[in-house]
């Protein structure tokens, strides 16, 4: 989830300080500081007991980081502040990204976390894709909600942390919910959750297979989205969605970001999700059943989740 930044600033002039401040140096009660190819992560834990925790605590924090950072090239932020609130439990609870101030993140773990269920959270990368993206106004948040949803699959496929097949599961049952439902509206008229996180998130695959079709899958939604951080900067800067899409097109050579989206703003869309499914030679359980190798577009469903080269 993210907060709205509240802040605007010529992304020409921060961009041009981003050295100085990757080099900048967390507080002294800090609990602890991580770096991250040049970027650096200020942690604050809440707890005390937590102590002994740390090197598991850390061990998952600079995970999600190297997978966001693989993803994009880098990570998305030169610096941020990552506080971890402590919760009964084993597991890791909500999470929010937000530019008040500087650059914050927010995550609630379980005390009785372990390095198994550590190693299966999504929260931490989710919301470390949000950096990702600049602000784009709160009519767009299915954007950025839609994204983080979509890369964060994606990009743990990617590195190994999560298993190909459980991510088509998830994007095959759960896409269907960002439908539009009889009476709403396109995408920027109707911020209900299953429209924000699964409506983005099918933008977003729809998106993927387009500019992978139109370029015979030599890039895809990927080269968009590092080419949206490097020329904005992400979340610390604002910027108007058509031209953040417009920045993602001119990448990959297409217009797929900026057509699809003038399809979808205004007036509900429902693809046909089957028809999808079978051409990317999905299966109808993903977990229990081969996928089609031999599908039209099968080279472009294995593309999107192959580490880029």
Known sequence: MRVRAVLMVSAAAVLAGLST???????SEVTAQIDVRGSVLCVFVDDAAWAGQQPLLRSWIERSARIVADYYGRFPAPVVTLR?????????GGGRTTNEGGLGIQV??????TAESLAADWVLVHEMVHLALPEVGRAH???????????????RAQSGNRDIADVWAEDRNSMPKGLPLAGEGGMDQTPTWARTYWGGAL???????????????????QTALRAILKETGGYAFERDIGDVLRIGDTATGTHVLYGLYQQIRAAPQAPDLELLWRQLGVPNDPKTQPFDDHARFAG??????APPR
């Open 300 to 305: 472009i469903r294995i593309a999107i989740t």
């Open 141 to 155: 948040n299915w954007l950025a909600e839609g994204l983080a949803t979509y890369v964060e699959g994606v990009a």
């Open 21 to 27: 401040l990757a080099f900048a140096a967390c507080p």
């Open 108 to 113: 609630r773990v379980g005390r009785e976390a």
């Open 203 to 221: 933008y977003c695959l729809q998106a993927d297979v387009e500019i992978r079709k139109q370029s015979d899958n030599r890039v895809g939604l």
């Open 84 to 92: 971890l609130r402590s919760m009964d439990g084993g597991g890791v």
